[in-house]
């Protein structure tokens, strides 16, 4: 074997993610979970390995995604990564949509069922979970997180970090007026977004409202 890809996370996430990788990979290609805390040996008959061990590895041709939900953890372990110099790839299923004119960061990672549709641009990190999409002219910064089943129509920017749970709905904006969410806001799952959300805030219901500042 002559190329090495880690799987950082081997959770619930991880083993999602595994098959995606497979699906590219060839029998030149070895791949290992890497985890800080996973006990486990082995994990859907897929090494589990430290970063240390990950590192120490003597196939020099390393490469390396994160699949772990938490944004906070993804930036922090994908700078690790970059800094010591492993490449991280962008993985896509094989039923992934991407249609035309797209932009979409390092480390990304689109899950089966997901489309992306015409000139919109994601930053670093991002994780489409299944069934998601994304519209035309949107702009994502880095490592927002869409869970399950996210519909964001077109001209809506969401800020770095942001997390949009399972089913939520975001209308779509104009191009003089983006529908905006903010930097490290959370749509609470089945939420229907019309308005923009403030950094920070949390935002759930039909039509979606802030919980955070209802309950001060
Ligand atoms: N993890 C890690 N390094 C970190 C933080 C987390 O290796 O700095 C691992 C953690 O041990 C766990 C996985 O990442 O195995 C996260 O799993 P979790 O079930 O919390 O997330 P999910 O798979 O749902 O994204």
Do not use: W
Request: glycine letters at 10%.
């Amino acid at each position: 074997k002559n190329k090495l890809i880690g799987i950082y996370g081997a959770s619930g996430f991880g083993r999602e993610v595994l098959p995606l990788v497979r699906e590219k990979s060839n029998e030149k290609i070895e791949i290992k979970f890497i985890d800080d805390g996973c006990l486990d040996k082995e994990l859907n008959e897929v090494e589990v390995v430290s970063y240390e061990k990950f590192l120490a590895n003597p196939i020099a041709d390393k490469s390396a995604v994160v699949a772990i939900a938490d944004s906070n953890i993804r930036k922090k372990l994908l700078e690790r990564l970059e800094r010591d110099g492993i490449s991280i790839p962008s993985i896509t299923a094989a039923n992934n949509v991407v249609l035309d004119f797209n932009e979409l960061g390092e480390g990304s990672i689109l899950c089966p069922f997901t489309t992306i549709t015409s000139n919109a641009v994601i930053g670093k990190g991002f994780q489409a979970n299944i069934y998601s999409y994304v519209a035309h002219d949107c702009v994502l910064g880095d490592y927002v997180t869409f869970a399950p089943g996210v519909k964001c129509n077109g001209n809506v920017h969401i800020d770095d970090h942001a997390y949009i749970g399972t089913g939520a709905i975001i209308k779509q904006g104009t191009p003089d007026k983006p529908l905006v969410i903010g930097e490290g806001a959370v749509v609470g799952m089945g939420a229907v977004v019309t308005k923009s959300v403030k950094p920070g805030d949390v935002v759930f219901g039909v039509p979606a409202k802030s919980i955070k500042r209802a309950s001060k």
